[in-house]
């Protein structure tokens, strides 16, 4: 997994979210294609909410091991 | 959880404080510790973790309920050395005694889970879960010092905070999953994949409580101690210019103790993380992992309808 380019990728798309596709075009190889769907719809969700996006787990606090 | 599930955890749990004849007080601690930090009623949530894995392969309760007691015990001994040293988490009841006797309960928690493992009837058994149980110890302590050794760090790199993340976190998950598996008696190679789902499971709690303390940073010594939080790591290397000289001059200068947070940096820490998109890579890195559980769990051999209760703790989100 390329750690910074996701990062590179949230933050510029955050910033600026007509750039992503041109991001995305310049990350493309250093990702894979889940990564990017996740990246993309993370985004989109963010961009509908006004910014709030959060973390859905799932209602169990059994994923609230660590 | 489950309640009749939990009796006989109790059950197990109370034949564990006859046979051990602990000082009444100790015994007290012990009893008031487990669960304190559950907040709606679902108790022994290693121990549980322990039972889904082991029947995700296809064992059963009785298989499973030394090993899922004594990560209970491994696991509650591991948060107290925790709150301990990072001086968090003060309402827990183990940070309501001096620290002296927090790390003395700390210890007999150990000794009780090995206490507890002794009981696994197959000797092969036994020496497998109390092999895991060591080495999850190693992997877990090996993780806090580098996170204590990062704390001094002006930056910390992505791959610096998942490798640690793996060890500090992920192997205890991995230590539940893999007892579990190995009680239900699995092949190794099955034993092996639930282990690497129980490193993402670790991975997914720290990002959900790593973003939770850092958005609750007034009340958490995270920020304060200059941990480096996934939030943290996240700005350290994506800020730029000004803007990131400011962020690493505020976090030493509280770490160093040379300055005292006011309600200006207050805001201007939520406002950064609005406008820097903390939350969404948060989020982005969460799903991504929950992706990669999934993988794994697609692979294991077993049938579907087994792993339907892991499934549900990483399933997609549309």
């Not at chain 2, 209970?72 to 591991?78: K, M, Q, R």
Request: hydrophobic residues 40%; glycine residues 6%; contains cysteine.
């Amino acid at each position: 997994m390329n750690y910074a380019a996701i990062a590179n990728l949230v933050h510029e798309g955050v910033k600026n979210s007509k750039s992503l596709l041109t991001q995305l075009k310049s990350e493309e190889k250093k990702l894979n294609s889940n990564e990017i769907t996740v990246i993309q719809n993370v985004l989109a969700r963010n961009q509908v909410s006004g910014g709030t996006v959060a973390i859905e787990p799932p209602i169990t606090p059994l994923l609230y091991w660590g | 959880m489950n309640f009749q599930v939990d009796q006989y955890f109790f059950r197990e749990i109370d034949g564990l404080f006859d046979k051990t004849r602990l000082d009444p007080e100790m015994e007290r601690l012990v009893r008031v510790s487990l669960n304190a930090d559950c907040t709606n009623g679902e108790y022994f949530r290693w121990a549980n973790l322990t039972l889904l894995s082991c029947e995700c392969v296809g064992g059963e309760l009785e298989d499973v309920l030394p090993g899922a007691i004594g990560m209970e015990l491994f696991a509650l001994a591991s948060d107290i050395f925790d709150d301990i040293q990072d001086q968090d988490n003060e309402e827990m009841p183990w940070r309501q005694i001096p620290d002296a006797q927090a790390i003395n309960l700390a210890i007999c928690l150990l000794m009780l889970c090995e206490e507890a493992i002794s009981a696994i009837p197959d000797n092969h058994l036994y020496r497998e879960v109390a092999y895991s149980l060591h080495r999850t110890g190693i992997r877990a302590i090996n993780g806090q010092f580098r996170e204590f050794m990062y704390d001094s760090y002006k930056q910390v790199s992505f791959e610096q905070y998942f490798k640690m993340t793996e060890q500090k976190a992920g192997s205890l998950t991995a230590c539940a999953c893999k007892i579990g598996a190995i009680l239900g008696k699995a092949e190794t190679r099955v034993i092996q994949d639930m282990e690497q789902f129980g490193v993402i499971l670790g991975i997914l709690g720290q990002i959900i409580n790593d973003l939770k303390d850092f958005l609750d940073f007034p009340k958490k010594n995270d920020f304060i101690n200059n941990k480096k939080t996934l939030p943290n790591v996240y700005l350290l290397n994506t800020l730029q210019g000004e803007m990131a000289e400011r962020f690493k001059d505020l976090t030493q200068k509280v770490s160093e103790g040379a300055y005292r947070i006011k309600d200006m940096d207050r805001e201007y820490i939520k406002q950064l993380a609005l406008e820097e998109g903390v939350v969404p890579y948060c989020t982005v890195m969460y799903e991504i992992y929950c992706q990669k559980a999934r993988e794994i769990l697609e692979e294991i051999p077993v049938p579907e309808i087994n792993k339907e209760k892991l499934k549900r703790l990483v399933r997609e989100i549309k």
